[in-house]
């Protein structure tokens, strides 16, 4: 139980932080009137390779921020909770290649925004479950459908004004990641117990404490003791 609430405060200031690094990055922009949508991934460009770090940082409003911070918060606990000891891993692979994918192939124009990472951790979540086929696992991804099941639509060019790109290559890092993982096991599985064999007696002055032989079966413990028994002329026995 004390190593579920470490591992669940743990994902909480993982995921926390980085959003809060999100939130900053937008009040700052706002109060100082700045316009950080340079900082986008602009593709196949020398000056727009730094949005390839700075872009998912950067937001247009509000707005397309708080609609990136919520599934960023139940997704990102998630993979940092189930997945503790490959979360970090998983996270920044996802941050990068989403980005780096984005800046080969997209449209030509500033993409900026956080939700190439929110579908690159809810698709990795959803195929871990169908890549390990355990029931923990696909008990998650059975609850990413039904509560990001409608984000398959933003996998589309419906709307020129969304970086459906985005969305796309993030669903296909968080896909390889579920595949490279895979053998990885949950952070809520236990390991099986090791029982340690004691020996049936201390080695003796000739025996080696790094010798393979079986012990002698003919050999004997003796133990001595006194008894409380006393003789009819008090002689204790």
Known sequence: ????????RSS????????????LVRITESLLSFDLGVLGIHPRSLAGT???ITG?????????LMSNSLPLIFLGIGVFYFYNKIALEVFFGIYFFTSLWVWIVARDAYHIGASGIVYGLASFLLFSGFFRKDSRSIAISLIVIFLYGGMAYGLFPV???ISWESHLLGSLAGLISAFFYRRHRLSTEELPMAVEQVPPSSPGPT?????NTLPDPNRTIRYHYKSNRRDED???R
């Open 1 to 8: 139980m004390q190593t579920d609430l470490i591992r669940f």
């Open 12 to 23: 909480i200031f993982y995921t926390m932080t980085f959003v809060g690094i999100l939130w």
């Open 50 to 52: 730094v949005g390839i």
């Open 56 to 64: 998912p940082l950067v937001h247009g409003d509000f707005q397309h």
């Open 159 to 161: 709307n020129e004004g």
């Open 207 to 211: 025996d080696s404490v790094f010798s």
């Open 234 to 236: 008090g002689t204790q």
